[in-house]
């Protein structure tokens, strides 16, 4: 039976004295004006990458300035001092391409995969409230409860023309709204509309919703994210004549995996997926945006010469020149060529620190 740490359970073995395993990534960018070809460079034990720049060549953290390889080639410089480079392995990641698209319309083609390049929100919840109007005080006492994204609840009841009570055994916050007797749907909508504005979210200076119309009171949060659902008659199903509805109810999380991103992954900068619809604004949408993929324009990576005779310089020039240096190429169809800007190349090194011990030995 397998183990997800391999047959050896996570251990690692290995006949060099002190091996290290050094991971580097770093963005193509011959534009860049750092002058170095990259950016963002990332690996412990990495001094400096240097490719190819059409800037002034720039200077690396530790001061060394990029020699400007031709186009095509690469020179990593080592931080530290090794014996030996074991190996070492490739990986290249595509640039992306076409620009940003929304999620939330039509503008992904299913099937194809794509890489997100804003998280984005979801919508700002919303609920509409379509009041009845009242009869001779037919809604003196009756309440309904509007639920906010902040976590309140609040008991909403009429004063008709001063008759009225707040109802009793109700969990929430209790808001009285005064009408007068008889008045119409939209008077009583433009009421609601100056209250629910005004309800406290529990953050000083900030207000629950922001609420507009008459007939048709629309009640959106003032952050984004759903309500905690919609707004619900006091008694029994539209005792008071209202009636009710959510308008944007989904989750950022729902909207990203309503376009393909697979159920348990967070969505974040760079993920990757398979777009399963064309676009996905069920429940208010996403702002969230993702690019194409495109090719880097390389198919392999080869180091040139031997990365031995370059590891742990002597000292010159009152320099200790420590570290080391190992020199590749890109290749494409087995021609020099240089990676499409963006692209991410990713090495792995294993090289060994200390001393050989035993072994074979070539004369």
Known sequence: MGHALGNNYGKFYSFL???????????????????????????????????????????????????????????????????????????????????????????????????????????????????????????????????????????????????????????????????????????????????????????????SFTASGTTTVTVTSTQNQPLAGPPQDGFSPLQTGFSFALVNYSTNLQDWQGVGVPKGVVPNIGVSFIATASGYSTGGGSSGLVELSGVSGIDSIETIGDPNQSLSPIPMGGSPNVGGWILIQYLLDGVVTAPANNSVITINLMLEQGTPVGGNSEA
């Open 17 to 207: 004295n002190k091996p290290v395993e050094l991971d580097l990534n770093f963005i193509v960018d011959s534009t860049n004006g750092n002058g170095l070809g990259v950016r963002s460079v990332k690996g412990q034990g990495v001094a400096n990458v240097f490719m190819n720049t059409s800037v002034s060549p720039g200077k690396g953290p530790n001061g060394y300035l990029n020699p400007n390889p031709a186009s095509g080639y690469a020179l990593i410089e080592l931080e530290y001092n090794y014996n030996k480079v074991a190996c070492a392995s490739s990986a290249i990641v595509s640039p992306l391409t076409g620009g940003p698209l929304a999620i939330n319309g039509a503008a992904l083609t299913p099937g194809l995969p794509y890489v997100i390049v804003s998280v984005g929100h979801g919508p700002a919840g919303s609920a509409t409230i379509m009041p009845g109007a009242d009869i001779d005080g037919s809604l003196a006492s009756k309440y309904f409860s509007l639920y906010d994204s902040y976590g309140n609840t609040f008991i909403i009841w009429f004063s008709v023309s001063g008759v009225g009570s707040p109802p009793s055994g109700v969990s929430g916050t209790l808001v009285q709204q005064s009408i007068l007797a008889n008045a119409t749907a939209a008077q009583i909508g433009t009421a609601l509309v100056l209250t629910i504005q005004n309800l406290p979210s529990g953050i000083s200076g900030v207000f």
